[in-house]
């Protein structure tokens, strides 16, 4: 359940040029066993929206970027990124 939120809230990038969004990232980890899309998509609207609230958009970036590349094994390929967004932004939802 927790790898659950940790995806899901690591599934949102800022809409600039041809960086992945929430949307994206999404489809791409519904192929993934402990992704649920629908609950991908809210959490990773949320997280977004948090970390814009705070001024973590770097942060953020990096973490989506880092989700997006490693699809189902971000939960070990991306700790450190996610460390590093809720230093900024705050834990997880």
Do not use: H
Not at 29 to 41: E, Y
Not at 81 to 87: D, F, H, T
Request: charged share 20%; net charge negative.
């Amino acid at each position: 359940m927790k790898r659950v939120l940790f995806v899901t809230l690591g599934l949102v990038m800022l809409s600039l040029g041809c960086q992945n969004t929430v949307e994206d990232v999404c489809e791409d980890l519904g192929q993934c066993p402990d992704v649920v899309p629908d609950r991908c998509l809210s959490d990773g609207r949320a997280l977004q929206s948090a970390a814009e609230s705070r001024g973590c958009d770097d942060p953020f970036e990096d973490y989506i970027d880092c989700v997006a590349g490693a699809t189902c094994s971000w939960g070990q390929s991306c700790a450190s990124q996610r460390s590093a967004l809720e230093a900024c932004a705050g834990s997880f939802p």
